[in-house]
């Protein structure tokens, strides 16, 4: 992982409920230095995370002039996140490569 940080979990009620972390200053900083060779449009900036013991693929979204990080149910459930928690995470922008826009990456 290329940074780390600590944030908040939060819920967003939506048309599903779905929890998110808001990426520290410094994170954001990283991400915005390396977004021209991952980002695929909206935006959206594709990234391997690491909470505890789970590894996964997702993409970041812009949110507050930052970004914010899903966190995917099987993740939460595995690590015992809730809303309101605080959680480590480590983090690496992932340039596409030619990879689909849409590819789901690996879950571990």
Same mark, same amino acid.
């Given at each position: 992982?290329?940074? &780390?940080?600590?944030?908040?979990?939060?819920?967003?009620?939506?048309?599903?409920?779905?929890?998110?972390?808001?990426? *520290?200053?410094?994170?954001?900083?990283?991400?915005?230095?390396?977004?021209?060779?991952?980002?695929?449009?909206?935006?959206?900036?594709?990234?391997?995370?690491?909470?505890?013991?789970?590894?996964?693929?997702?993409?970041?979204?812009?949110? *507050?002039?930052?970004?914010?990080?899903?966190?995917?149910?099987?993740?939460?459930?595995?690590?015992?996140?809730?809303?309101?928690?605080?959680?480590?995470?480590?983090? *690496?922008?992932?340039?596409?490569?030619?990879? *689909?826009?849409?590819?789901?990456?690996?879950? &571990?």
């Amino acid at each position: 992982m290329d940074t &780390s940080f600590s944030g908040e979990v939060f819920e967003w009620r939506g048309p599903s409920p779905f929890y998110w972390v808001l990426l *520290s200053e410094d994170a954001v900083d990283y991400v915005r230095g390396r977004a021209s060779e991952a980002t695929y449009g909206w935006g959206a900036i594709p990234v391997c995370v690491r909470i505890g013991d789970s590894g996964w693929e997702t993409s970041l979204l812009p949110r *507050s002039g930052g970004y914010a990080l899903p966190l995917r149910k099987d993740v939460r459930l595995r690590e015992q996140l809730s809303d309101g928690d605080t959680v480590a995470v480590g983090l *690496s922008v992932a340039p596409r490569r030619g990879r *689909s826009a849409n590819s789901p990456g690996p879950a &571990s």
